[in-house]
């Protein structure tokens, strides 16, 4: 065994968008341990909790995150609602739903952008994005705010959707779908994607489940833990989670690509029967003493939120467990034996979102 | 107009930031609002960057990283503070962890407000940093020709 040097990577390079640190081990060009550090991000919004009431909570939540800040959104209300007893209107319901599958669009192909980008496919990255602008103008539309919509309140939605806002959305879907056809052709057959992704940072079915993984990163080695097979609202547009086997960064991109054809789909059938009514009921009085839990199937794999109330309207604890934050020892798994070139692209392949992981 | 002020690289660095204004720094540099026609280019490394955007508040952690990258830039350079949490801590600004924005660390020259700051406003900094970047440069210069005329003079 030859002589083993250790490579810092991060907080600062350029196949990073966020800071993270890793200690690369490496025995000639081949990653033998990978350390990771974290805390470039730590803010301690958890302790915000404190001195910010529940229903401010909503922002400070919506920020634990920007990609998926609707994410975030979801869970959060979600869990006080559990909390309170509150009983939500069915149409404010679905519209969460249309909103979350937008954000879950626009999540994947900036990550399908930031892919190219890592394996310095340059006009692929650019396509991505152009592509992703689109949802985003519908969320300027209908929210005013581009990345972070704060689209759930407590009770409901911030805004019902118009029927001039359905059709816009409904355009958005038809036009993403056509061009989809083309970023799936070149991510599935392009050469030299293929030969980027395939075999590179495998991990088998067993490995997955044992690391606790999540979200897409686990799906592409086969397990099946989609948090939206067990909401009811995705039960309603009769949701089936996408699987691959390989469990390489290939597999992870396919299901990644699969699942905005999917998120689309969604969409349509959630608004070709979104029910009349109330789409937001009042919310009075404080948070109850007790405790709630809900699971949330964000773009980046399944979030964990737990509330905690004392009868004021400050709430004990809110506790946030995100995908990322799991998935760091799967990465750090796939790092092993990998060569120093794969250790970007592996990085990238589990979407790694360090503010959320660290909040 | 020099070179520089011309084609500004761009060094990005996301210090507590949500992610909210990293991705809309990025999205100024695809089609939609492509601020490369501006010559502007997002790069990796300090050593060859103009602009510093810097998104988020500072904590503890990050603090030597920021000084860091910002020592690293060669001179005339600027500092562009992107979005609220690096103009002054934000929504975060009482978190236990955040010092607080950009400027407790390095000195900041054009702030962008905003949550998350829109593409336009910061496609708005970058230009204006251009104009102080320019104004570095000019008064740079003429500070080495002050000293070269009185080193002839003695």
């Not at chain 1, 392009?190 to 686990?218: H, W």
């Not at chain 2, 508040?57 to 992107?82: G, H, I, S, T």
Request: some cysteine.
């Amino acid at each position: 065994m030859g002589k083993r040097t250790i490579v810092p990577f991060g907080p600062q390079h350029p196949a990073l968008p966020e800071p993270v640190h890793l200690d690369l081990e490496l025995d000639g060009e081949t990653v033998v341990r990978a350390v990771p550090s974290i805390g470039y991000v730590h803010r301690g919004l958890e302790k915000l909790v404190e001195t910010r009431d529940y229903q401010q909570m909503t922002y400070i939540m919506e920020r634990v995150c920007g990609i998926c800040s609707m994410g975030h959104g979801y869970g959060y209300v979600n869990a006080v609602e559990g909390l309170m007893g509150v009983e939500v209107p069915d149409r404010a319901k679905v519209l969460r739903v249309v909103f979350h599958e937008l954000s879950r669009v626009h999540s994947h192909l900036l990550w399908l952008g930031l892919l190219a980008d890592g394996m310095g496919f340059d006009s692929l990255f650019m396509q991505c994005w152009r592509i992703r602008e689109k949802v985003l103008d519908v969320f300027e539309t209908v929210t005013g705010g581009r990345v972070i919509v704060s689209y759930c309140r407590i009770g409901g939605v911030a805004c019902d959707l118009t029927p001039e806002h359905i059709s816009m959305i409904l355009k958005v879907c038809d036009e993403v779908e056509k061009e989809m056809d083309w970023v799936r052709r070149v991510f599935f057959l392009d050469s030299s994607v293929r030969n980027r992704l395939i075999g590179v940072g495998q991990i088998s079915k067993d490995e997955m489940v044992e690391l606790c993984g999540v979200g897409p990163t686990a799906r592409g080695s086969g397990v099946d833990n989609d948090a939206r097979s067990a909401d009811e609202a995705y039960q309603a547009l009769g949701f089936e989670p996408i699987l691959y086997d390989e469990g390489d960064c290939y597999a992870r991109c396919k299901v990644r690509v699969d699942e905005v054809s999917q998120s689309i789909e969604l969409i349509r059938k959630a608004l070709g029967d979104l029910p009349e009514g109330e789409w937001r009921v009042p919310v009075k009085g404080n948070p109850p003493a007790g405790q709630f839990a809900f699971r949330v199937e964000q773009p980046r794999g399944e979030a964990y939120y737990y509330v905690k109330g004392n009868g004021t309207k400050f709430l004990d604890r809110a506790r946030v467990r995100t995908p990322t934050n799991i998935n760091i020892p799967t990465m750090t798994r796939m790092l092993q034996g990998c060569g120093m070139q794969d250790v970007s692209m592996i990085i990238i392949t589990i979407d790694p979102c360090i503010s959320c992981t660290e909040r | 107009m020099s070179c520089t002020s011309k084609s500004p690289w761009i060094l990005h660095y996301d210090a507590s930031s949500c992610n909210g204004c990293d991705i809309e720094v990025l999205a100024c540099l695809t089609p939609i609002y492509d601020a490369e026609r501006f010559g502007v280019i997002n790069t990796g490394d300090p050593k060859q960057a103009d602009i510093f955007l810097i998104t988020g508040a500072v904590n503890d952690q990050n603090k030597e990283v920021v000084r860091q990258l910002y020592d690293q830039m060669p001179e005339p350079k600027v500092v562009v503070a992107v979005g609220i949490c690096a103009c002054s801590g934000g929504i975060f600004r009482d978190c236990y962890n955040i010092l607080g924005g950009a400027d407790k660390v390095i000195p900041v020259d054009v702030y962008v407000p905003g949550c998350a700051a829109r593409p336009e406003s910061i496609i708005d900094g970058i230009v204006k940093g251009v104009a102080v970047l320019e104004e570095k440069r000019a008064k740079m210069e003429g500070e080495k020709r002050c000293s070269r005329s009185r080193g002839s003079r003695s």
